[in-house]
């Protein structure tokens, strides 16, 4: 198995899941990562109860195991003179430093950009952080929920004009996941420029920077007509206004189907067949493109008619030949068992530290049509005395760091 970042020390002074799961990917891809938690109290998602996503099993706890699979655990106090130190020895030969804390909390450690380089000035040092290090909101902290999710615009575009309410993000730590996998592609492209440069980058990625390139299209849209274009009303029809093969369209079970034919032309013949709609193939309000168009919303209610008659069951069987483009609406129940995503590596076995086989969802990287071999998270300091010895410290060393208080 291919794994490009072997080689490749990181070490990650970061907790929650947006900069973390970075480090996971980068763990995915073969590269050291050291985990820096806090001496005492650890990554402070740790203690996240079930109310906050923290479902556990045993010592499994998705949701340290989704951004921390793979890594190395050292527990620190980097207030103290001894723990500060043990970062900058691990520092001297890492090629990443991977960090989230905000600016003042950096400033109060002494880990900004130039207190690493000074350890090690050809580190890469990457801040993922909620607003960018620039502007206002600078020294503000924000999550996916907030700064991606709300700010940036996707519960606007998802939530319908006439909603009671503005619609939640689809699961927890959603930005955090798209914007951890943007930190390390961004990582990947700093340590190739220093390989062909010699120049080391400081790099940043923002919730804020994710949540728009998310939206990009329509906030170019936006700036190009001044028009924005909110969801419709719930009252509004299930089909496209211009298009009666693209939209959400109920099942007589109460479940979903999304045809996404955007060529209704092309395909609309073939997809009459597959809804038992055949007469309308020769029908002269349908029998172009040009017609198909102007008449989409009388099109479209014989769609969503036919496909209101049948189980979800049924049309997941009878679509598997339709030639144009469409996806079951699913949950995670189906995901899980979803063929295709299983065929592809999408979700994969990792042991846990009990020994017993888990399941993880895996980045979305291949290198040679190889998914990666997951290896779980660190318990909290696990890897403490190991790393510590590493880096020359003798038994006795480490015993008066811990009575110091400075490691775990």
């Known amino acids: 198995m291919h794994q490009p970042m072997t080689g490749v020390k990181v070490v990650e002074v970061a907790q929650f899941t947006f900069t973390p799961s970075a480090g996971a990917v980068l763990a995915d891809w073969g590269a050291d990562v050291i985990k820096v938690e806090h001496a005492e109290m650890g990554d402070a998602q740790r203690g996240f109860g079930a109310g906050l996503g923290g479902v556990a099993e045993g010592r499994f706890h998705p949701i340290m195991e989704h951004p921390n699979r793979g890594k190395k655990s050292i527990g620190l106090s980097l207030d103290k003179p001894g723990g500060r130190q043990v970062l900058l020895d ?46 206002p909101d600078a020294e503000k902290g924000g999550y996916d929920g907030s ?35 943007t930190i390390a592609g961004g990582i990947a492209a700093a340590l190739f420029g220093r390989e062909r440069t010699g120049e080391p980058s400081v790099v940043d990625v923002s919730l804020m920077s994710v949540g728009a390139w998310a939206m990009g299209l329509s906030l170019s849209n936006t700036l190009l007509t001044g028009v924005e274009q909110a969801q419709p009303p719930l009252s509004a029809p299930l089909g496209n206004p211009y298009n009666p093969i693209v939209g959400n369209f109920r099942t007589s079970d109460d479940r979903w189907i999304t045809l996404m034919m955007l060529q209704p032309g092309r395909y609309w013949a073939d997809a009459c067949r597959h809804l038992g709609l055949d007469e309308l193939i020769d029908d002269e309000r349908f029998d172009t493109a040009e017609k198909l168009i102007a008449n989409a919303e009388e099109a479209g209610r014989y769609v969503a008619d036919a496909i209101a008659e049948q189980s979800f069951a049924y049309w997941l069987k009878q679509l598997q030949t339709l030639e144009g483009q469409w996806s079951p609406v699913q ?32 980045n979305p990287v291949q290198f040679d049509e190889t998914p990666p071999v997951l290896t779980r998270a660190p318990q909290f300091a696990e890897q403490t005395d190991d790393l510590l010895r590493e880096l020359g410290l003798d038994e006795e060393a480490i015993i008066a760091l811990k009575i110091d208080g400075a490691v775990t």
């Open 331 to 362: 949950g995670p129940h189906d995901i899980i068992k979803d063929e295709q995503l299983l065929a592809n590596g999408g979700i994969l076995p990792v042991v846990d530290a009990d020994g017993v086989e888990r399941h993880l969802v895996a």
């Open 147 to 181: 700064t991606f999710w709300c700010r940036m615009g996707s519960a606007w575009g998802v939530t319908p004009a006439d909603s009671p309410k503005v619609i939640s993000p689809p699961a927890g730590a959603y930005g955090d996941s798209m914007g951890g996998m």
């Open 90 to 135: 691990l520092c001297k030969d890492a090629d990443v430093f991977l960090t989230n804390f905000l600016p003042a909390a950096r400033r109060k450690l002494r880990i900004e950009v130039d207190d690493i380089r000074a350890a090690n000035p050809q580190i890469i040092y990457v801040r993922g952080s909620a607003h960018g290090p620039k502007g």
